[in-house]
Structures are given as C-alpha cells and as structure tokens.
C-alpha cells in the first residue's frame, strides 16, 4: 500500500486508455475494408475448366489481436521542499567589530584632517589681511610724512621770505638813521650807546646795557603779528667774549608766540654780545628788558 499500489483512479484511468486504443484499431480496420475495390464477377469462358494449385503460396496468418497498451506510469508531482527560512541576523564578530571601529577612526581623522586645512587657510587669509592693513597703514603714515614735510618746507620758505623781507627792511631803516656821532676819546669804542631810556645814569655798566640792547634791537625781524607796546623781559645767558649760550623770555610779555620766538633769536643772532672795553662790568646772566611802540 502507500507508494508500491496504484489507486483505483489510476487502474480506471488504465482501462479507459486500452479501450480507447482497441477502438481506434478496430476503426482503422473498418475504414481499411470500406476502402479497399469490389471484385468484378468472374467471367464464364468456353472450354473445360482447369485445374491447379499454388505453389508456395501459403495461407495469410491470421492477424492477431493487438495487444493493450501497458498503462504509462504516473507522472511524479514536482513537489519541491519547502524553501528553509531566513537565518535570524548575526552579531557582527570581533574582526568585523575592529574594521567598523578602524573605519571610524579613519573618518574622524578624515574630518580632523579636513578641519585643520579649513583653519590653516583661514589663518593665512587673516594673516594676509593684516598685512594688507599694515601695508595701506604704513602708505598713509608715508603720505602723511610726505604732508608734513611740505608743510614744513612751505613754512621754512615763507620765514627765509619774511627774514629777508624784515632784513630789507631794517637796510632801509638803517639808511634813513642820522650818523651817529664819535665817542669821546675817553670812552671804550664798544661802549657807544645807540639806545637807552634817556636816563639820568651814564655809567659804563648803563653804557654796557644799552649796546647789548642795541645789538638785539638791530638783528630782530618784527613778524607781520608784532602789535606796538611790546614789554617782554629776556634772560640772556653768556660767557666772556659775549657768545651767546641761552637766551629765553623769563618775565612779563604781552607778545604772542611768534613775537617771542623772533625776540629769542634776535638775541642769538646779535651774538658775540658787546664784550671789548667792558670787561670790568661783564654779567653772565643778563635780564634785557624789550621794548617796541612801532
């Protein structure tokens, strides 16, 4: 039973198919019979009739019945096995753990890597900038030195101008003065006062006083600022021989800036001071009272 049997399905199956084949032959022999020609009826001939016998003519066999088909065994159902399911996903290994990790690292340092040329080049876009910025600072520092330069040249021509001018002018002054008459023979020739304050002292040192003031009143360039009613007290500072070492406004002046600076350099400008025949009454340090009414 089981497998070795056949059903009865199959046995019905069997007798239908050999039936079906023991009446396909026998149709095929109707079908040969109805087709094969009548014979014609004998003919009668005159004569006797004669007689004989084939020879090596046997009888037709008698045909057999065919034999039925042995039934064709059953075709086997493809029955494929049942397809296994999936395995459940693994754990990744320890090797396979180390290359996830190694891979990591790789892509951090990547990024680290990445990160630091980023940075690199920004610096060095800073570090440029700054020296652009520096460089422009440095064209206009230069600039601004070239200016000042100017400026000053400008001014050191205008004040060669007006020194020259005021020289020019105290030539025509100095012509258009009176002769000044000889000293006595008693008196030093270096001790001829020019100026004073029409006072009661004819002493030698009031002589001394007045040919010093005379020396700075002569080498003085009045600026175009100079107003009349100049007071201004200078302290002179020499040595013997009348050199000048320091002169500077140390007392009242009613002189603006420019005023006082062209007083300080007439003094050093009319240096050697008034020194031979008044050498018993020689002072270092020396307060000159100024004096301009126009």
Same mark, same amino acid.
């Given at each position: 039973m089981g497998g070795t049997l056949e059903s009865f399905g199959d046995k019905a199956r069997a007798f239908l198919f050999a039936l079906l084949v023991h009446l396909g032959v026998v149709a095929v022999l109707l079908v040969g019979l109805l087709l094969v020609p009548k014979t014609p009826p004998p003919i009668s001939l005159q004569g006797p009739i004669i007689q004989a016998e084939l020879v090596g003519l046997t009888a037709a066999p008698k045909r057999s019945a065919p034999r039925p088909a042995k039934p064709a065994p059953p075709k086997p159902t493809d029955t494929a096995p049942p397809k296994p399911p999936d395995p459940a996903p693994q754990p990744p290994t320890e090797p396979q753990r180390q290359d996830r990790t190694d891979q990591e690292k790789v892509a951090e340092m990547a990024q680290l890597k990445a990160e630091e040329a980023k940075r690199a080049q920004e610096e060095k876009h800073h570090q440029? !900038? +700054?020296?652009l910025e520096q460089q422009q !600072?440095? @064209?206009?520092?230069?600039?601004?030195?070239?200016e000042k330069v100017k400026r000053e040249? @400008?001014?050191?021509q205008k004040q060669v101008k007006l020194a020259q001018q005021r020289a020019q002018q105290l030539e025509d002054y100095n012509k258009q003065q009176k002769p000044v008459k000889a000293a006595p023979q008693n008196v030093p020739e270096a001790a001829t006062p020019v100026t004073g304050n029409n006072g009661p002292d004819n002493s030698l040192a009031a002589q001394y006083y007045a040919a010093i003031q005379n020396a700075v009143t002569n080498?003085?360039?009045? $600026?175009? %600022? %100079? !107003? $009349? /009613?100049?007071?201004?007290? +200078?302290h002179i500072v020499q040595i013997p021989g009348g050199d000048v070492i320091g002169a500077q406004i140390s007392g009242p002046c009613n002189a603006d800036p420019m005023t006082r600076t062209s007083i300080e350099q007439a003094v050093k400008r009319a240096a050697p001071l008034p020194y031979? /025949?008044? @050498?018993? +009454?020689?002072a270092r340090d020396i307060n000159l009272n100024f004096q301009y009414d126009g």
């Open positions: 440029e !900038q +700054v020296l !600072q440095k @064209e206009r520092d230069r600039q601004k030195e070239l040249r @400008e001014e050191a080498n003085w360039l009045r $600026p175009d %600022t %100079t !107003q $009349p /009613g100049i007071r201004c007290t +200078v031979k /025949g008044y @050498e018993s +009454v020689f």
